[in-house]
């Protein structure tokens, strides 16, 4: 049974590019949320999609945005890339309702 | 808004006990869930409390106390491979119609031998 699987691993971009990760939850669930975190702190939450819609927002702006598909993959898109972007984007799946989160390896943004 | 408090960094000797504290405010509070997070890796999931009192997970226990907005987690029989970044992060609905997870900052679990 597969796990959390997200991709790319890496990504280097250009400030002011835009940038799409992308996620597969663990078998199973439903329900997915994204996060960031910058290096020696917790993961910021972004937001979470169930159903194919956007149930939470966390403090960040619309430049951040997101979509999730039938079979519960997801994708976040940053638009307008600053440097203060740079950092590790994690995926978590989970069953609706359920506490415990499953997150996936990350990606590693970097924006020069 | 929601706020956790997390020491940023405690040692401790293989064998020995170590307990991590963390105080919390936020409001539509659920429960306490605690990660460990390795250097390089992903976070994962070790403990939940919902309501008040200790859960028991092999070497690992949590605990919570939703008058005192205050857990703990115990690391017993420490080892090596338990240095890691340790996370509290409360679970609660403000703001959505989901229950969404606020991290606390981290602490850093240095184990020598």
């Known amino acids: 049974d597969a796990g959390v699987t997200q991709s790319p691993t890496h990504l280097i971009k250009t400030r002011g590019q835009q940038v799409t990760l992308r996620c597969s939850p663990k078998?199973?669930?439903?329900?997915v949320s994204w996060y960031q975190q910058a290096l020696g702190q917790g993961p910021q939450f972004i937001f979470q999609?169930?159903?194919?819609?956007?149930?939470q927002r966390g403090n960040f702006p619309d430049r951040f945005s997101g979509h999730q598909f039938p079979n519960y993959s997801s994708e976040l898109n940053v638009n307008a890339l600053l440097l203060g972007d740079s950092a590790l984007y994690l995926c978590a799946s989970s069953r609706q309702g359920k506490s415990e989160q499953y997150f996936g390896p990350g990606t590693r943004l970097t924006v020069t | 808004g929601q706020s956790l408090e997390q020491p940023s960094e405690v040692t401790a000797v293989e064998g020995a006990i170590v307990q991590i504290n963390c105080t919390y405010q936020t409001s539509g509070f659920y429960g306490l869930s605690w990660y460990q997070q390795h250097d390089g890796g992903a976070p994962t999931f070790l403990s939940y409390n919902a309501l008040d009192g200790l859960e028991e997970t092999g070497r690992f226990s949590s605990f919570l106390s939703r008058s005192d907005s205050y857990g703990y987690l115990l690391l017993q029989e420490l080892q090596m491979k338990d240095s890691a970044s340790y996370f509290c992060a409360v679970r609660d609905k403000s703001g959505g119609s989901n229950y969404k997870l606020t991290f606390g900052k981290g602490t850093l679990l240095t184990v020598n031998p």
């Open positions: 078998s199973g669930h439903d329900t």
């Open positions: 999609y169930y159903e194919e819609e956007e149930r």
